[in-house]
């Protein structure tokens, strides 16, 4: 069974710095992989996705992220973040195009000015 | 194009009490999902319906949980009775199979207290 682990709990990060939210996920074969942010007393909110093709994959809000195979790894990145960047953050894995989902534990960004 | 909608947004109950949440998914959307997420964990799939017929219900409590989709549109998910490790908030979401992959969209959420 597939599986997702995001090894931080809280990150703290100053307004204007770059951000790196870490993911490994555990799948036999080719995942389907996610980023979801959740703002307090929200639903969860797609952020990315990436089912194949360029490996660096484009979402709203100014994120990015990488799908590294050789490391299962599906790191969450943003250049400059803002203060309503804080929120929990989660990664997801599916195994098929219509599959349901895994999340990892999340992780709670906070935003320092 | 509405969002995913819910209701209750809170419900506090005692233990060994029933509770029902209703959701309304995008419209034409034809996958329905519901979660469960306690407090400092990811969502957890607890039933997935395609039209309204059940794709994947293995992780659902049965004994205790029960959950409908009539029409293959609005959905309801009930708990009878309910348990203090029941405290949670249910997420439903919802999905179009035509293309774009499997693109969830949450609802805002019922946050359940069990007493």
């Given at each position: ?113 | ?10 419900k506090i109950i005692e233990k060994r009490q029933s509770v ?15 979660y469960q997420q306690i407090l400092g964990q990811?969502p957890k799939?607890l ?12 992780q659902l409590p049965k004994d205790r949980f ?11 998910l009930?708990i009878q009775p309910a348990k203090l490790e029941d405290s949670a908030v249910y ?19 019922t946050r359940l207290t069990v007493l």
């Amino acid at each position: 069974a597939q599986s997702v682990t995001q090894p931080d709990i809280h990150i703290t990060v100053s307004e204007g710095a770059s951000l790196e939210l870490r993911c490994n996920y555990s799948y036999g074969a080719t995942p389907y992989l996610f980023w979801y942010v959740q703002s307090p007393g929200q639903g969860l909110q797609l952020l990315l996705k990436y089912f194949s093709g360029d490996t660096l994959v484009q979402g709203i809000k100014g994120f990015e992220a990488e799908f590294k195979r050789s490391q299962s790894s599906f790191n969450l990145r943003k250049p400059s973040v803002h203060w309503s960047d804080a929120a929990e953050y989660f990664c997801a894995v599916g195994t098929g195009r219509y599959s349901t989902l895994t999340f990892g534990k999340g992780t709670m960004l906070l935003v320092s000015p | 194009e509405a969002g995913v909608a819910q209701s209750p947004r809170y419900k506090i109950i005692e233990k060994r009490q029933s509770v029902a949440f209703w959701c309304n998914p995008i419209s034409g959307h034809a996958t329905l999902y519901w979660y469960q997420q306690i407090l400092g964990q990811g969502p957890k799939l607890l039933i997935q319906f395609q039209n309204n017929g059940v794709v994947d219900d293995s992780q659902l409590p049965k004994d205790r949980f029960s959950a409908e989709r009539l029409k293959g549109v609005d959905s309801t998910l009930k708990i009878q009775p309910a348990k203090l490790e029941d405290s949670a908030v249910y997420l439903c979401a919802s999905s179009s199979s035509r293309g774009g992959g499997n693109e969830q969209f949450f609802g805002p959420g019922t946050r359940l207290t069990v007493l």
